[in-house]
Nanobody, 124 residues
């Protein structure tokens, strides 16, 4: 099993940056593919970015390509999401998630483990 705890959310003006972090526990953490998802009020949870267990493969949702960067440090059991050039549409609760899968998956239902979420609010 894996337990995930996110941090780093907050309030930022449009054009600003935030860095989200997620710390995982469990011996197999380094073998999990990891993803960041977000959910805005009244909307479904959506894929933001994902990274393979080795870090060699990354995927991004179209709205965040070129602005967000996902990375992981298996020695520290962490995954990060660097968010630059933030826009109000990025406002949501952000979740990290883990799945024992080789490919990077983009469907929330495929992920086994979830953090509690961290709020990101971008003001215009």
């Amino acid at each position: 099993q894996a337990q995930l705890v996110e941090s780093g959310g907050g309030l930022v003006q449009a054009g600003g940056s935030l860095r989200l972090s997620c710390v995982g526990s469990g011996r197999a953490f380094s073998m999990y593919a990891l993803g960041w998802f977000r959910q805005a009020p009244g909307k479904e949870r959506e894929f933001v970015a994902g990274i393979s267990w080795s870090g060699g493969t990354t995927l991004y949702a179209d709205p965040v390509k070129g602005r967000f960067t996902i990375s992981r440090d298996n020695a520290k059991n962490t995954v990060a999401l660097q968010m630059n050039s933030l826009i109000p549409e990025d406002t949501a609760v952000y979740y990290c998630a883990a799945v024992g899968s080789l490919p990077v998956l983009t469907t929330p239902a495929a992920y086994n483990y979830w953090g509690q979420g961290t709020q990101v609010t971008v003001s215009s």
